[in-house]
């Protein structure tokens, strides 16, 4: 099945479905949904991405990150993933600021990944439901086992992550990534 993609010019106006391959490769502005899951006790749901992802395969990554679909709001994408990816449903998400544009070079695939992004955080505990085809495992960390890994382990996480982690106050600002 062919995914297509929204895509946008760079002021946010909606242009045409484009492939999601051709979106990547070509560097097309799209939108996306990132949630960060928190533990009732503040550690983090982490994810490691399944070994089939095109990008960035068995890294630890946000809780759920998804792409929209076309017609689809922030929100409604944020809860789709976590019901496809984790097999989570009926949970609060508090949006991290406004819709942000982040644009990142991936080295080696030839991709930029141009995105309108808005971020979510929820709290969960329960039992997951993880999809194989999306999720490897879930992890969970406290933000102090987080800093200790990046810190000895990067190579392990998504780019963004990292980065994302300062941007929304989850680092702590002594350990500046």
Request: proline share 5%; aromatic share 10%.
């Amino acid at each position: 099945m062919t995914e297509l993609f929204q895509t946008y010019d760079e002021d946010a106006r909606a242009l045409e479905l484009v492939e999601r391959s051709q979106v990547h490769q070509t560097g097309l502005w799209h939108r996306s949904s990132i949630v960060y899951l928190l533990h009732p006790d503040g550690r983090m749901y982490v994810q490691r991405r399944a070994a089939c992802k095109d990008l960035y395969a068995n890294l630890l990554d946000h809780s759920v990150g998804e792409h929209l679909i076309p017609g689809e709001t922030h929100v409604e994408a944020a809860h789709r993933g976590l019901r496809e990816e984790l097999g989570i449903i009926d949970i609060e998400l508090e949006p991290l600021g406004n819709e942000r544009r982040l644009s990142t070079e991936i080295p080696g695939q030839g991709i930029t990944d141009n995105e309108f992004q808005q971020v979510f955080r929820g709290t969960y505990e329960g039992k997951m439901h993880l999809d194989p085809k999306e999720v490897a495992q879930i992890h969970l960390f406290t933000i102090e086992q987080l800093v200790i890994t990046i810190e000895h382990e990067p190579g392990i996480f998504t780019p963004w992550f990292e980065k994302d982690l300062v941007t929304f106050g989850f680092y702590p600002k002594a350990h500046r990534i």
